[in-house]
Each structure stands twice: as structure tokens, then as C-alpha cells.
């Protein structure tokens, strides 16, 4: 039985699996994203986390058939490069991780987009399984998108799928990728986070901050959010409302270009809320929809936490 590791690196969290031909978990390890240094200590890191969840499973990298990671930013699959992964810490150059990972973890390094690998694992093993074409959305950090339309991922030139930049208002918001008006200046964690800060920092209540500090954590966390909502704090249900409002309106956009059967909801917020995000996101995008008697299934991610990083296992085959 050859088994294969797969990583998953978010702009939060770094999850690390083995599975077996399968797909089924044997081992798991997840550590927090590195947020200061550089390329070379989230590479450190991929690689302990990888260690701990093949110790988990009663192996060692170095006996994987491969390891496959999904990352963000912009990927070269065949060069086994990342560069201008903007979530990450002082990432800009393109960085060889297949060939720096591959030497510490002493093994063969696959790389795919995350969100591309993740709506891949969604469509195979998940929410997917029942559709010839679908809409990934992982709303997180950011908020990313993957396609498959009739059977087939769609990677257009290769940078296909950026849900999170379809402007939903012209000469609005600034958006962490430095245009003005994308869905994710509105929806993405980042963003939020930002809007927060300054709204807090100019005296307006919220106990968004003081929920982060009891938790330990130094920013606003899928958990954090989720918190403020139960305590129904205004400012994070105004953000919220603001967030499912954009995305409803760049993935009805998404529809009536192309027509697919089925969103998939995933990402770190996304799964977290899970099938009342998901109700809640269809009803907002109805009045969107031109054909609108007959809207797309939306769905919740299955695989949760683990989709990216069994996508990225499925780039290694032995
Ligand atoms: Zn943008």
C-alpha cells in the first residue's frame, strides 16, 4: 500500500495529512501559519507539520510515495514554484517549494492551486459527487474559487476561478489584491478584520476584539466570528450581512454566465457556519439569478477542514 501525504497551506492555518489508496486519514497535524519572517519559515513549518501527521500514522516522509500541497498565489505546478502569495508572510519572488520541501521532507513535492485542489476533492470524494459542473467558494482569509464545468477542472490559463475579484461594486472597497470593489474587500477575513479594526479604532463598540484576546488568538478567527454572532454583536453582524451580501451577488453573477448545478461553500467561515451559511447564501442570491425558477444546489462542503488537503494528496499518484 503506498500512501501519500497532503498539505494544505492557508493563510490562518497549515493542515497536514496522510492517507492510504483510499483516501482515507491515517494521520493529521495542524499548526498556525507563520505570519512574520518569510517563504523560508512557512517552508519550516509545511514540513514539521508533515513530519507530525506522518508520525501519526505510523511512518515517515521520507516513506511517502509523495507529497502533494495546495497552496495560494500564483503556482507553477510543472516549475514546483510559489510566488506573490499575498496572505503570506513577505512572499513575493517566485520561491521553489516543490524543491525545498522535497529535500527536507526527503520526497517527491507536488504542487496545486488550494482552492483548485480543494473544489477537486469536493467534486470526487465530497459535496461534489452528484454534478457534472460546479462553483468550489472557500470563504476564508480571502475567498477563492474553483470549477469544474462538464466532468473537468477549469484552470482557463491557469489563473481561472478568482471569485473573490469579481467586482461587485464599481470604485468600491479596497481589496487586499490593491483593486477597488471585489467581493472579497467586502467577505474575505482579511478585509473584514481590517474594516473592523478601523471602525473599533474610531470608537465604534464591539466585543469582536475583546473575544479574540479570550481566546488567545491576535486575529479575528473564524471561531471569533462565530462568537460575535452568537453574542449578536452589531458591528460583526453588519460586516457579516455585508459579506453574505457580496458573495451572493459575484457567485448569482458566476451562475447566469455559466449556468452550473452546484455551489460549494468551504473555507474556514463557510464551513464554520455551514447549512445555515448555505440557505442563507442562496436566498440572498436568488434576486440575482436571471433564471431564477431554476437556481443552482448549494452546498456545504464535506470534506471541511481536510478538502484541501486531500485535493493536495490527490496531485500525488505513485
Ligand atoms: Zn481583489
Redesign the pocket.
Known sequence: MALRGGIDLGGTKIQAIVVDDDDTILGQARRPTPTSGGPDDVIRALADAQREAAQAAGTTPDALAGVGLGSPGDVDADAGTIAQAGNLPDWHDAVPVGDLLGTLLGTRVAIGNDVSVATKAEFDLGAGRPYRSLLGVFWGTGVGGGLILDGEEWLGRGAAGEI??MVVKEGGAK?P?G?RG?M??YAGRKAMELTARERHADGEHTRLFKIMEEKGRDRLTSSVWAKAIEHEDKLALHLIDRAYRAIATAVASAVNLLDIEAIVLGGGLGVRFGEPAAARLAEEMQPHLFNDERPPAVKVAELGDYGGALGAAMLVWP
Request: charged share 25%.
Open positions: 473573490g475579484h481589496c489584491c483593486r471585489c472579497e474587500a
